[in-house]
């Protein structure tokens, strides 16, 4: 029996690459946009790409590709507010090891 007003939705961390043209100055990594969806990686980054109200700038203009290997071990999360912590906690993390970030 389903509780009213449950959700049985997932939310996932995606990391998508950027081409390295979005940077003023040169980094020793591919510079990565971090974002949560309650959709499939794939999906979202497909309407990053199509362009439109649900793209993120960079993400349209320089994304590149899915980094599966970032992403490996993370979530899935069962409410949008952990997903956007995890967001934020990623984004952070790879910020440390040397990456250029943009997320949100």
């Known amino acids: 029996m389903k509780v009213r007003g449950a959700s049985s939705r997932t939310y996932?961390?995606?990391i998508i690459e950027l081409s390295r043209?979005?940077?003023r100055q040169p980094s020793a990594y591919a510079p990565i946009y971090v974002g949560q969806t309650a959709?499939?990686?794939e999906h979202r980054f497909?309407?990053?790409k199509?362009?439109?109200k649900l793209a993120a700038g960079k993400a349209h203009k320089f994304g590149?590709?899915?980094?599966?290997?970032l992403m490996k071990g993370i979530g899935p999360f069962s409410t949008r507010s952990a997903a956007e912590r995890a967001?934020?906690?990623v984004a952070d993390a790879l910020k440390k090891r040397g990456h250029r970030v943009f997320w949100g």
Do not use: F, M
Not at 64 to 69: A, K, M, Q
């Open 46 to 48: 497909a309407q990053h």
């Open 64 to 69: 590149l590709r899915l980094r599966y290997d």
């Open 12 to 14: 996932s961390i995606y």
């Open 50 to 52: 199509a362009g439109g």
């Open 87 to 89: 967001e934020k906690a």
């Open 39 to 41: 959709h499939t990686p």
């Open 21 to 23: 043209t979005c940077l």
